[in-house]
């Protein structure tokens, strides 16, 4: 258990629709980030927060954004949805703001299928 | 810009032969770079990482995994596989502390599969 956690595991829903993913990064973490991983695109970094901030961004669309609340936990919300979209959203949280020394927890994932 | 290459989706070996993952990367900046391991229906966890210092990085379940500059080089390494090592091993760079090149760049991923 990396201490990160993800809601809801699974999600269905249907072309044209909008969903809120969350996450809780393990405590004392700031930042957090976000990634999506298909059999098209293989694993990607979508967009990371640091302390409430935005921090880096990735090949994150525009029908997709973000954002890290005071308690920390973050949100991902993917709007008019598209059959590509249908995918495993990781989160990940690191103490600090740099994504390459500090350490990044990855939370289980959210299973998303577009229908 | 960074980016890997993972030779090899699938990889089987037997149980207590050697694994050998391979893995080549492009860089403009000096970079740093990561093993994960994702076992079936969970996230992914550290195995190692280089920030270039000792070439040879040594990190969790027996796994090490050396830095060739001249070889644009990652390969990962571990002596004697366990049924348990089965899982999806991804290999990761970034341009380390360089602001604007720290993100995670993945590979493919390659699935091993260790036979009884």
């Known amino acids: 258990d990396s201490g990160v956690t993800q809601t809801p595991k699974h999600l269905i829903t249907a072309t044209g629709q909008r969903v809120t993913l969350r996450c809780s990064p393990r405590?004392?973490?700031?930042?957090v980030y976000w990634y999506q991983q298909s059999l098209d695109q293989g694993l990607q970094f979508l967009i990371q927060?640091?302390?409430?901030?935005?921090?880096a961004k990735g090949n994150i669309l525009e029908r997709f954004s973000a954002q890290q609340f005071p308690d920390l936990h973050s949100e991902l919300n993917l709007s008019s949805l598209e059959l590509g979209d249908s995918a495993l959203y990781f989160c990940?949280?690191?103490?600090?703001?740099?994504?390459?020394?500090?350490?990044?927890?990855f939370g289980p994932g959210t299973r998303l299928t577009v229908l | 810009a960074q980016s890997v290459t993972q030779l090899g989706s699938h990889v089987s070996v037997s149980e207590g032969a050697l694994v050998l993952l391979r893995c080549n990367y492009s860089s403009s900046v000096p970079p740093y770079l990561f093993w994960y391991v994702q076992y079936p229906n969970q996230g992914l966890q550290l195995l190692l990482k280089y920030t270039s210092a000792a070439t040879l990085v040594k990190g969790i379940n027996g796994f090490e995994a050396e830095f060739k500059k001249s070889e644009t080089s990652f390969h990962l390494t571990k002596p004697s596989a366990h049924m348990s090592d089965a899982a999806e091993y991804f290999c990761?760079?970034?341009?380390?502390?360089?602001?604007?090149?720290?993100?995670?760049?993945f590979g493919t991923g390659t699935r091993l599969t260790i036979i009884p």
């Open positions: 405590s004392g973490d700031l930042s």
């Open positions: 990761a760079v970034s341009g380390g502390t360089n602001f604007g090149n720290e993100k995670l760049t």
């Open positions: 990940a949280s690191s103490v600090g703001l740099l994504a390459a020394t500090d350490t990044q927890y």
């Open positions: 927060y640091y302390n409430g901030e935005e921090r």
